[in-house]
Structure formats: C-alpha cells, structure tokens
C-alpha cells in the first residue's frame, strides 16, 4: 500500500495557516502589559531578602514558653539577636484548618483588615497538647496533628493516617520577618508654588506661577509700626 501523499496546494495552504496561527500567537503573547504585573525589583521585601549576603539567622522555639491557653497554641521565637517574636496557632473547629501569626512581641502593627480572618471563629475545643525535649504537637479532634519543631522553628500540619505533612511553615529555615522602625517625623518642604517673597520697598506680594513661569504682583497693605 503506497503511503498518503499530500497535493503541494494542500500542503500550501497548511503552511500558511500554521504561520497564521504562529502569528497570532506571537502577537498575543507581545500585546501583554507587563507594566500591570509586579515583579520582585518592585517590592523591597523580595529585592533585600531574595538573596541575602549571609544566611538568615535561624529561629527557635522557646520551650517554656509552650502553651495552649483558651484553645490557641501559643509560644515565642528568637534568632537570639533581636527580641523574640510571638506565634499563635489556632486550630478552627472545621475539619483540618489552622491559623498561624507572627506578630512582634510589645508592639501594634498595622493590618490590613480586607486580607486577614476574623478573630472570632470557633476554635477545636478538643484540641490536646503534648510536649517532649524537641517538640510539641496539638492532636486536634478532626484526627490531624500539628507538630512544632523547636530547633530550628517549624510548623508541620498532617492528615489524618498520611505518614508525611501536607503542609510545612519555615522548612527550610529561611524566615524572614520585617521588623517594624519608629521614624522620625518629617520636614514639610515649602513648594516653589507657595513660598511668597515679600519685595522690598514695594509693600507688594510676588509669587511665581509653576505653569507660566511667570511672576503675578499683588498689593499688600503695609501697616506701619507704633
């Protein structure tokens, strides 16, 4: 049986609509704004913590401090450079969901309220704590655990019977927290466009305007001194 072979206008036309096709593709893919998508040279936190000049500082759970207080697993870590932070994990009352935060220790910061959850969600009341040297775990009542490493600091969430984590906080030990600074309040600069010289010997008001670049007098009334 002698092979299918295509007529050359057939094969002709495949060619032009395969460039066609390539075209467009082209012209979708250049027609993208990349102006509209943030990259990591945007944000300072990715342009200084991306790659680091030495490793971070590793962080470590004080064991002491480990406690489940109205149902929040509660505890704090340090670098034992800066002062230690403060982590809560809150286990909800639906099956497998638990709420993390590092906040810093004696200090308010802002939140944005619109990316946050509510403080007031019901929590595992069941929820049972056991600690050793190097860990401690919450066995929650939906059957998965939640186990904190101390050195370094992790948070490992597992399933019900999985024998490994389906989620890992601080696996690698590359945490970075941005500490709040307390800056000094700034000097308003007074603008060209505001700033008004007094000429002498005229009583008369100059101001320059920005968009003209030319000078408007204006008449002042001079009272004399007693």
Same mark, same amino acid.
């Given at each position: 049986?002698?092979?299918?072979?295509?007529?050359?206008? /057939?094969?002709?036309?495949?060619?032009?609509?395969?460039?066609? /096709?390539?075209?467009?593709?082209?012209?979708?893919?250049?027609?993208?704004?990349?102006?509209?998508?943030?990259?990591?040279?945007?944000?300072?936190?990715?342009?200084?913590?991306?790659?680091?000049?030495?490793?971070?500082?590793?962080?470590?759970?004080?064991?002491?401090?480990?406690?489940? /207080?109205?149902?929040?697993?509660?505890?704090?870590?340090?670098?034992?450079?800066?002062?230690?932070?403060?982590?809560?994990?809150?286990? @909800?009352?639906?099956?497998?969901? $638990?709420?993390?935060?590092?906040?810093?220790?004696?200090?308010?910061? !802002?939140?944005?309220?619109? $990316?946050?959850?509510?403080?007031?969600?019901?929590?595992?009341?069941?929820?049972?704590?056991?600690?050793?040297?190097?860990?401690?775990?919450?066995?929650?009542?939906?059957? @998965?655990?939640?186990?904190?490493?101390?050195?370094?600091?992790? $948070?490992?969430?597992?399933?019900?019977?999985?024998?490994?984590?389906?989620?890992?906080?601080?696996?690698?030990?590359?945490?970075?927290?941005?500490?709040?600074?307390?800056?000094?309040?700034?000097?308003?600069?007074?603008? @060209?466009?505001? $700033?008004?010289?007094?000429? +002498?010997?005229?009583?008369?008001?100059?101001?320059?305007?920005?968009?003209?670049?030319?000078?408007? !007098? +204006?008449?002042?009334?001079?009272?004399?001194?007693?």
């Amino acid at each position: 049986m002698l092979p299918k072979v295509t007529p050359p206008r /057939v094969a002709i036309k495949m060619a032009r609509s395969r460039l066609a /096709v390539a075209a467009l593709l082209l012209a979708t893919t250049q027609a993208v704004d990349r102006s509209k998508f943030r990259t990591c040279q945007d944000t300072r936190f990715c342009r200084v913590h991306r790659k680091p000049p030495v490793p971070p500082p590793a962080y470590r759970v004080d064991a002491a401090n480990v406690a489940l /207080v109205d149902g929040i697993l509660r505890f704090e870590v340090s670098d034992q450079v800066q002062p230690p932070l403060l982590v809560s994990v809150a286990p @909800h009352a639906d099956s497998g969901v $638990v709420r993390t935060r590092v906040v810093e220790k004696d200090k308010q910061r !802002w939140e944005a309220p619109d $990316v946050l959850l509510s403080d007031t969600f019901e929590l595992d009341t069941k929820a049972a704590l056991s600690k050793t040297n190097d860990k401690a775990t919450l066995k929650l009542s939906s059957g @998965h655990t939640v186990e904190i490493a101390y050195d370094p600091f992790s $948070v490992k969430l597992t399933p019900p019977g999985a024998k490994e984590p389906s989620i890992v906080l601080n696996q690698r030990s590359l945490l970075h927290f941005e500490r709040g600074t307390t800056s000094a309040p700034r000097r308003r600069k007074r603008s @060209h466009q505001n $700033v008004r010289k007094i000429s +002498r010997g005229t009583g008369r008001n100059v101001k320059r305007s920005p968009a003209t670049g030319r000078t408007a !007098w +204006r008449a002042l009334k001079m009272v004399p001194k007693k």
